[in-house]
């Protein structure tokens, strides 16, 4: 048997649980931006919507076909697009505000603290995410899990725009953005 001495952890939706603090970002941006009197006929269509629209263009991105900021600047655009609306009248704070009010969401899948400080004690943790910088340090602090990490691991960082097996099978790509021992 191996003798584990790290231990790998995603973010999203493994720890801190996306899909929850996601939808209740969007309901509240819906209401505050009352989205209902744009011609937005209910919250339900307009969460299922933005979903369908934000994976497919975090694919794009993925996959090098838009960058960073057309993926922030024009989801939800889109989105308005996609529900049969005029994608002018998608508010124009309705993005910056997303960004700024969803990493700040604390929910996380049960047990998570519990768990991290059981492990912490035996091994070093590690978190790998495929987010951007700038969320991922907000969605780490406000949920006060950074404390368990020796390490932080963005896929920005590695000139990667997604932290495949393929990427984490190599040892060199470990060697040189993770360990400096394996």
Same mark, same amino acid.
């Given at each position: /048997?191996?003798?584990?001495?790290? *231990?790998?952890?995603?973010?999203?939706?493994?720890? =801190? !649980?996306?899909?929850?603090?996601?939808?209740?970002?969007?309901?509240?941006?819906?209401?505050?931006?009352? $989205?209902?009197? $744009?011609?937005?006929?209910?919250?339900?269509?307009?969460?299922?919507?933005?979903?369908?629209?934000?994976? /497919? /263009? =975090?694919?794009?991105?993925?996959?090098? #076909?838009?960058?960073?900021?057309?993926?922030?600047?024009?989801?939800?655009?889109?989105?308005? =697009?996609?529900?049969?609306? !005029?994608?002018?009248?998608?508010?124009?704070?309705?993005?910056? !505000?997303? *960004?700024? /009010?969803?990493?700040?969401?604390?929910?996380?899948?049960?047990? @998570?603290?519990?768990?991290?400080?059981?492990?912490?004690? #035996?091994?070093?943790?590690?978190?790998?995410?495929?987010?951007?910088?700038?969320?991922?340090?907000?969605?780490?602090?406000? @949920?006060?899990?950074?404390?368990?990490?020796?390490?932080?691991?963005?896929?920005?960082?590695?000139?990667?725009?997604?932290?495949? @097996?393929?990427?984490?099978?190599?040892?060199?790509?470990?060697?040189?953005?993770?360990?400096?021992?394996?």
């Amino acid at each position: /048997m191996r003798n584990y001495k790290h *231990i790998f952890f995603d973010l999203d939706h493994t720890l =801190w !649980d996306f899909d929850k603090n996601s939808t209740e970002t969007l309901l509240e941006l819906y209401n505050n931006y009352n $989205l209902a009197g $744009l011609g937005v006929k209910t919250f339900e269509s307009f969460h299922a919507a933005y979903k369908d629209r934000n994976e /497919m /263009m =975090w694919d794009e991105y993925r996959l090098g #076909k838009i960058d960073k900021a057309t993926l922030r600047d024009k989801r939800f655009t889109f989105t308005f =697009w996609d529900l049969g609306l !005029d994608p002018e009248t998608a508010p124009k704070g309705l993005s910056e !505000d997303y *960004i700024r /009010m969803s990493p700040a969401r604390k929910h996380l899948f049960p047990h @998570s603290h519990e768990v991290l400080t059981y492990l912490k004690e #035996k091994y070093k943790l590690h978190i790998i995410t495929n987010g951007f910088e700038e969320a991922q340090h907000i969605k780490l602090e406000a @949920s006060d899990l950074k404390k368990y990490f020796e390490e932080i691991i963005i896929s920005e960082h590695t000139g990667f725009k997604n932290l495949t @097996s393929e990427f984490l099978s190599t040892r060199q790509n470990l060697r040189k953005h993770f360990l400096k021992n394996v």
